[in-house]
C-alpha cells in the first residue's frame, strides 16, 4: 500500500488526533497529581468558603476527561466515519479492507 | 450496625430473583459462541457503556472511595481522578482498533500479526494474574463487607457470591452478564444520586457550603492534599501510572469492546462509560464529604472494615434503616456483577486463547467450545470461592494495587505495542507481558509494602536488600539492562519500565479500602 492511499490518510489523521488528545489528558493528570506532589501551597488556597483550589482541579480533571472524549467522539462521527465511507466506496482496492 | 437487615435482605433477594430471571432469558439465546463471549455482538453503545461502568465500578469505587474521603479529605479524591483518566486514553488508543481486529478476547489483538501459540500463552499469564488477583480482592471483599451489613457468615457469602455468579456466567454467558452489569450500574447510579441529594439537600444544594461545614469541624486541613496517600513524588507518579494504564489493561473491560456490532459503537460505549464513571466519582466527593459532617470520623472508622462502612452509615443518618438497607444490597449486587464480569474474561482466556487457539491449533467445534467454556467457568467460580476463603483478612488493598500494576505494565504495554508497532515480534511480545507480570509480583514482594506492612520486617533491613535489587528503586539501571536485550525486546521493556516504582511505590498501599 502506498502511502498516498486515501484509506492511509484517513486512518494517519485519525492516529494523529488520537496521540494529540492523548497527551493532553496525560499532561491535565499529571499536571495534577504533581500538583499534589509539590503545589501542597497551592492547591490549598481557598477560592471561597470550603473550595480549596485542590478541589475545584480535582473536579476539573474529571470534566476535562469528558470534554476531550466529546471532542473525540463528535470528531469521529461526524467526520472520520465519513470520510472512511467516501474513501472506501473510491478505491478500487478490493473490499473487505479496514482502516 | 450490628443485627441483620431484613429490608437489605429483601432487597437483596429482589436483585437475585431480577437477575436470574434475565439469566433465563438469556440462556434460551445463549447457542454459540458468538454469543457466550460477546452476547451476539449485538449491545448497543449506551448499554455497553452503562455496562462497562458496572463492570468497572467496583465496591473500591463506591465504599472504598466514600470512606478514603471521609477520613482523608482531599487525599481520597486523588482516587477518584485517577481511576477515570484511563478511559479516554482507551478510548483514543484502544477501543477502536481492539474491536476491528479482535473476536473474544484482547490476546485476539496482540497476537494477531504474531505466532499464534507462545504469544497467546503470553497473554492467558497475563490475564489470569489479573482476573485471579482482582477475584481474589473482590471475594474477600464481598466476605468483609456481607459479614458486616448482613451479619452473614463470611464463608457463607463467599459461596453464595461464587455460586449466583456462575450461574449468570454459566448459562447466560455474556448476554446475562451484560444485563447484570447494566442493572447494577443503573441502582449504583441511582442510589448514589439519591444519596447525594439527600446529603446536599442539608446544605442547601451548594457543595462548598458542606465542604466549609466539613473544615469548620475537621480543620482546615481536609480540604488540603495531606501526607496520608500520597508520600512522595515518586509515589504520586506511581500511583497515576498504575491506576491510569491499569485501566487500559483489564481483561474483562477489554473484552466488552467485542459485545458491540463495530468500531463507530464501541467508540460511543466508551464515552458513556467516561460520563456515567466520572459522574460518580464526582458524587464521591459528595458522599465522602457527607459521611465526614454527618456521621462523623469516628464512628466511620469504629464501624469497622476500614472506612468501607462510610456510604452504608451516610445511608441510615440521611435517609433511615429502608434507605440503609437499599445501598447495602447495591453494594452486594456492585461485587456480584464485578465477579461475574471477571469469570467470564477468565474462561474466555482459558478457553478461546488456551484450548482452541493453543491445543488445538484454531480448530475446534462451536459445541465443543462451549463446552470448554463453561467448564473454565466452573473452576475459576471454584477457585474464586476457595480462594476467597483462604485469603480471608488478607489485605484488599494490596490485591487491588496489584491487579493493577500488572494490568499496567504486562497487558497494557502489549496491547498498545500490537496495536501500534508494526516491527513488533513475537518475542517482544512474550517478553512484555511475562515479564511485566513476573517483575511486578517479585519488585512488589521486595517492595515495602509486602515486606514492611504486611511481613512486618524493620524498614532498614528492607533498604539493605534494595542495594541489592537495584531496578526498583532506579529506572535508569533498569534501562542500562534492557538495553542489552537489543532493539526488539528495548520497546517491550520500554513499555514495562514504569513497573519498578509502580510496584514499589504507592499503588498498592492504600488503594480503596475493600476491591
Keep these: 500500500m502506498s502511502t498516498t492511499d486515501p484509506v492511509h490518510a484517513i486512518a494517519a489523521k485519525r492516529w494523529t488526533i488520537a496521540l494529540v488528545l492523548s497527551v493532553l489528558m496525560l499532561a491535565i493528570y499529571f499536571g495534577f497529581i504533581l500538583l499534589v506532589a509539590f503545589g501542597k501551597g497551592l492547591l490549598s488556597i481557598l477560592l471561597t468558603q470550603g473550595l480549596s483550589l485542590g478541589i475545584l482541579l480535582g473536579a476539573l480533571t474529571i470534566v476535562s476527561c469528558w470534554i476531550l472524549s466529546l471532542i473525540y467522539v463528535i470528531w469521529a462521527n461526524r467526520s472520520y466515519d465519513q470520510a472512511v465511507a467516501q474513501a472506501i466506496a473510491r478505491t478500487t482496492t478490493p473490499a473487505g479492507r479496514k482502516p | ?515
Design chain 2, 1 to 515: 450496625m450490628s443485627g441483620s437487615n431484613p429490608l437489605a435482605i429483601l432487597f437483596f433477594f429482589v436483585f437475585i430473583a431480577l437477575t436470574l430471571g434475565v439469566t433465563y432469558w438469556a440462556a434460551k439465546r445463549t447457542k454459540t459462541t458468538e454469543h457466550f463471549y460477546a452476547a451476539g455482538h449485538g449491545v448497543t453503545g449506551f448499554q455497553n457503556g452503562l455496562a462497562l461502568a458496572g463492570d468497572y465500578m467496583s465496591a473500591a469505587s463506591f465504599l472504598g472511595i466514600a470512606g478514603l474521603v471521609a477520613l482523608n479529605g482531599f487525599d481520597g479524591l486523588i482516587y477518584s481522578t485517577g481511576w477515570l483518566v484511563g478511559w479516554p486514553i482507551i478510548l483514543f488508543l484502544i477501543a477502536e482498533p481492539l474491536r476491528n481486529l479482535g473476536k473474544y478476547t484482547f490476546s485476539d489483538v496482540v497476537a494477531y500479526r504474531l505466532q499464534q501459540r507462545p504469544v497467546r500463552i503470553a497473554a492467558v499469564i497475563g490475564t489470569m494474574a489479573v482476573v485471579l488477583t482482582y477475584l481474589i480482592a473482590q471475594m474477600v471483599g464481598a466476605g468483609t463487607l456481607i459479614k458486616l451489613l448482613f451479619s452473614l457468615d463470611y464463608t457463607l457469602a463467599v459461596v453464595i457470591v461464587g455460586i449466583v455468579m456462575m450461574t449468570y456466567v454459566l448459562f447466560g454467558g455474556m448476554l446475562a452478564t451484560t444485563w447484570v452489569q447494566i442493572i447494577k450500574a443503573c441502582l449504583l447510579l441511582g442510589g448514589a444520586v439519591v444519596l447525594a441529594v439527600l446529603v446536599l439537600a442539608q446544605f442547601g444544594f451548594n457543595p462548598t457550603a458542606l465542604f466549609a461545614k466539613a473544615a469548620e469541624l475537621n480543620g482546615k486541613q481536609v480540604l488540603e492534599p495531606g501526607t496520608k496517600v500520597v508520600t512522595g513524588a515518586w509515589d504520586a507518579v506511581s500511583l497515576g501510572l498504575a491506576l491510569m494504564f491499569g485501566t487500559a489493561g483489564l481483561p474483562h473491560i477489554l473484552m466488552r469492546f467485542y459485545t458491540v456490532p463495530d468500531a463507530k459503537q464501541a467508540r460511543i460505549s466508551v464515552v458513556w462509560a467516561t460520563i456515567w464513571i466520572g459522574g460518580f466519582y464526582l458524587i464521591t466527593f459528595v458522599l465522602g464529604f457527607g459521611a465526614m459532617v454527618l456521621v462523623g470520623m469516628k464512628e466511620v472508622v469504629g464501624a469497622g472494615g476500614g472506612g468501607n462502612m462510610a456510604a452504608p452509615l451516610l445511608a441510615n443518618a440521611v435517609g433511615g434503616s429502608a434507605f440503609f438497607g437499599f445501598i447495602c444490597a447495591v453494594a452486594f449486587a456492585t461485587i456480584l456483577a464485578v465477579v461475574a464480569g471477571l469469570t467470564l474474561s477468565g474462561a474466555a482466556a482459558l478457553s478461546h486463547d488456551i484450548w482452541v487457539n493453543v491445543v488445538k491449533g484454531g480448530q475446534a467445534s462451536e459445541r465443543e467450545q462451549l463446552k470448554v467454556a463453561r467448564i473454565a467457568a466452573v473452576i475459576l467460580g471454584v477457585c474464586a470461592i476457595v480462594l476467597g476463603i483462604i485469603f480471608q483478612g488478607q489485605n484488599i488493598a494490596y490485591m487491588v494495587g496489584l491487579t493493577f500494576s500488572i494490568a499496567a505494565s504486562a497487558n497494557f504495554p502489549a496491547l498498545v505495542l500490537a496495536i501500534f508497532w508494526r516491527r513488533f515480534t513475537t518475542w517482544g511480545a512474550v517478553t512484555a507481558i511475562v515479564l511485566g507480570t513476573v517483575s511486578t509480583l517479585v519488585l512488589l514482594y521486595c517492595g515495602p509494602t509486602i515486606q514492611v506492612d504486611i511481613l512486618k520486617n524493620d524498614i532498614a533491613e528492607v533498604s539493605k536488600q534494595w542495594v541489592v535489587l537495584p531496578a526498583q528503586e532506579s529506572l535508569p539501571d533498569h534501562y542500562d539492562s534492557v538495553v542489552s536485550v537489543g532493539d526488539r525486546g528495548l520497546a517491550a521493556h520500554a513499555g514495562t519500565g514504569c513497573r519498578g516504582r509502580l510496584c514499589r511505590g504507592g499503588a498498592p498501599r492504600h488503594l480503596g479500602g475493600i476491591g
